[in-house]
Antibody, heavy 122, light 110 residues
């Protein structure tokens, strides 16, 4: 069974940092691009970042560019998201998802984790 | 501010048909990029229900979708209580060089 399990969320002060993890199982992790999506309280889904299977240049939403860093360890089947210089607007549930498709611009998010909650507050 | 606009809410009685629109622009849907649709129940993982504009990944055929020009739409026929959820369209935007989600639509079964 294909599964994604996020961890690492918590309460952090403004300006602080956090690292989220997404443990993957049930598929050949290194072969698939992966992405992070978040949902702030009372808001809709917002794409955050994605990275191709073998690695390479990552992609970021403008709202997190320069503050968040996506990475992956294909030997450990784990996706990461380093959150730096956090602001209250980063408070959200963060989901990781597996990407599927022939062309990167047409990728769909076919498997999702349950999410991990990040709360930025003083 | 999302580049894909959806109505905030739609509702229907059990058995009825409801449609959700997703309005984009020339840099996303209008550029020919695929549209995907997700069902999201609060507190759970979002679920892919339509990929590649009109393909169902093992979901009931009550769900269907289409795309034309700069817009797309999702239709749910034979509405059931279990369909009550938030629905999001998603595509790629060349101007942002990234993925974009619609604003989301809450479906209420009366």
């Amino acid at each position: 069974e294909v599964q994604l399990l996020e961890s690492g969320g918590g309460l952090v002060q403004p300006g602080g940092s956090l690292r989220l993890s997404c443990a993957a199982s049930g598929f050949t992790f290194r072969s698939f691009a992966m992405t992070w999506v978040r949902q702030a309280p009372g808001k809709g889904l917002e794409w955050v970042s994605f990275m191709f299977g073998p690695g390479g240049a990552p992609f970021y939403a403008d709202s997190v560019k320069g503050r968040f860093i996506i990475s992956r360890d294909n030997a450990e089947n784990t996706l990461y998201l380093q959150l730096n210089n956090l602001g209250v607007e980063d408070t959200a549930v963060y989901y990781c998802a597996k990407l599927e498709g022939m062309e990167s611009y047409n990728y769909a998010m076919d498997v999702w984790g349950q999410g991990t909650t990040v709360t930025v507050s003083s | 501010q999302s580049l894909l606009t959806q109505p905030p809410s739609v509702s229907g009685a059990p058995g009825q048909r409801v449609t959700i629109s997703c309005s984009g622009s020339a840099s996303n849907i209008g550029a020919g990029y695929d549209v995907h649709w997700y069902q999201h129940l609060p507190g759970t993982a979002p679920k892919l229900i339509i990929y590649g504009n009109n393909n169902r990944p093992g979901v009931p055929d009550r769900f269907s979708a289409s795309k034309s020009g700069t817009s797309a739409s999702l239709a749910i026929t034979g509405l059931q209580a279990e369909d009550e959820a938030d629905y999001y369209c998603q595509s790629y935007d060349s101007r942002l060089d990234g993925f974009v989600f619609g604003t989301g639509t809450k479906v209420t079964v009366l």
